[in-house]
């Protein structure tokens, strides 16, 4: 904003010194990435914060941990660093195929996963929908409580916008190994590169006889912000693997979204084609079964 | 106002600036190279490509404060117009140079995509690896040719 002072932005090398910096810089101080969004509020006519603390060179926030039980990835983590870390984990196979594929390849060096999931705001973020499907859980760190301390289901966090702010910072998002194959299907115009016009990504439970036990399904891009589709996920217990079927019983459900309209595709048309990539999503779940 | 150092083409560069302002803007308003072009401003052009440690970083995302104490590569560092880079010869061999909107950062992507380990020597993988690179020409094939010769080459 105009007359303001530029931000300044501190560059502290342990989360103890950030969470203080975070804390000196007072109200409305906030993480900074990698700043692929943060760097384009002038472009949305946003403010600024009034000064950033950078988290990029906090080594305990750019590990990834895997253990047998759980993934626990650190929130300075890039969307590059997380495909290729992910990429023999076929449980987390939404996740992996979400940082993968997300924006473009010199964004995806830069841009976290941390940041993703607090750019509020940000109707088609990638890795969101794929969080949302495997159940993860965000770990917040402030000042008065040890890293860690404080943990919420990803859908908490995305509908409580004080989860952030306030001097806290997310330091981890993990992942409990389910075992269940997960997907990520997105519908650029282009084959790549610009926003998807709608996500869909999924966590599927199949038993024994080749029916649906448990499923998780979120959507992307379509409204405001990501979210569960829990009318679907319903809908599907107990059927088969059958791509037309399921995706005849997600036609039946998309009403319940009022789509975004935005440059890229109108809304109706983000509810239009949702069923094809549900569709598309139990094709890719069955031919990996 | 904050001291930042950079290690811009293998030279050490000291600065004083705002933090959250762009690399590309200190590139070209403070040290003079112009080859990273602003276009977008957006992060989808790729026109102000340049490699960080590197890796391509669009340097009008980047804010220099998070560039500070790194190295950056810039077009002008790779070569000279006597002694082009394997990158520039192939794509003057090729025919493949266009305007020059989105070339400098074409030349930037290419040389990150041809180094050893970073891009499979493949059509596709090449044409992944351009995603974050338009160019509003829509001349691509000739410069997923040369960046597949000087692949070939270097095996």
Not at chain 1, 26 to 38: C, N
Not at chain 1, 108 to 132: K, S
Not at chain 1, 229 to 258: H, K, M, Q, V
Not at chain 2, 83 to 93: D, I, Y
Request: glycine share 10%; with cysteine; net charge neutral.
């Amino acid at each position: 904003m105009q007359g303001l002072a530029p931000p300044p932005v501190a560059v502290p090398r342990t989360l103890p010194e950030a969470l203080a910096a975070l804390s000196a810089a007072g109200d409305g101080a906030a993480p900074l990435a990698g700043g692929t969004w943060i760097m384009r509020a002038p472009i949305r006519h946003e403010a600024h914060a009034p000064a950033y603390v950078a988290l990029g060179r906090i080594a305990e926030l750019r590990r990834i941990d895997v253990a047998d039980d759980e993934v626990a990835i650190g929130a300075a983590v890039t969307h590059a660093e997380l495909a290729k870390a992910l990429s023999p984990f076929s449980d987390l196979a939404a996740l992996a195929a979400a940082a993968a594929g997300s924006a473009n390849p010199a964004v995806r060096n830069a841009a976290t996963i941390g940041g993703n999931l607090c750019a509020r705001g940000f109707p088609a973020a990638d890795l969101v929908p794929a969080l949302l499907c495997l159940d993860a859980v965000v770990e917040i760190a402030e000042a008065a409580a040890p890293a860690g301390s404080r943990r919420l289901p990803v859908e908490a966090f995305l509908a409580d916008p004080a989860a952030t702010g306030g001097g806290r910072i997310v330091t981890r998002i993990v992942l409990k190994r389910s075992g269940l194959r997960s997907v990520h299907v997105r519908l650029p115009l282009r084959k790549a590169g610009d926003y998807p016009v709608a996500i869909v990504s999924a966590a599927i439970g199949v038993g024994g006889g080749g029916r649906v036990e448990s499923a998780r399904i979120a959507v992307g891009s379509v409204e405001a912000a990501p979210r569960r589709w829990t009318g679907l996920e319903g809908a599907i217990n107990g059927e088969r693997l059958d791509p037309a079927r399921i995706a005849a019983l997600a036609a039946s459900l998309a009403p319940e979204f009022s789509g975004r309209d935005g440059v890229e595709a109108p809304g109706w048309y983000r509810v239009r084609v949702l069923p094809t990539l549900v569709g598309r999503a139990i094709a890719a779940l069955a031919a990996a079964a | 106002m904050m001291q930042v150092t950079l290690l811009v083409n293998g030279e050490e560069r000291r600065l004083s600036a705002e933090p959250l302002t762009p690399l590309l803007d200190v590139l070209r308003d403070t040290l003079h190279l112009t080859g990273a072009k602003p276009v977008c401003r957006e992060g989808f052009c790729g026109a102000c490509m340049v490699l960080l440690d590197g890796a391509p970083a669009v340097a009008c995302l980047t804010p220099v404060a998070l560039a500070d104490g790194r190295s950056v590569e810039t077009v002008e560092g790779l070569g000279t117009a006597e002694t082009p880079s394997p990158v520039q010869r192939a794509l003057e061999e090729h025919e493949a140079v266009q305007c020059g909107m989105c070339f400098p950062g074409m030349v930037v992507t290419l040389t990150h995509l041809t180094r050893p380990g970073n891009c499979a020597p493949t059509r596709d993988a090449v044409k992944a690896g351009l995603v974050g690179n338009l160019c509003r020409c829509t001349g691509y094939e000739r410069i997923v040719d040369a960046a597949l010769a000087v692949m070939e080459d270097g095996r």
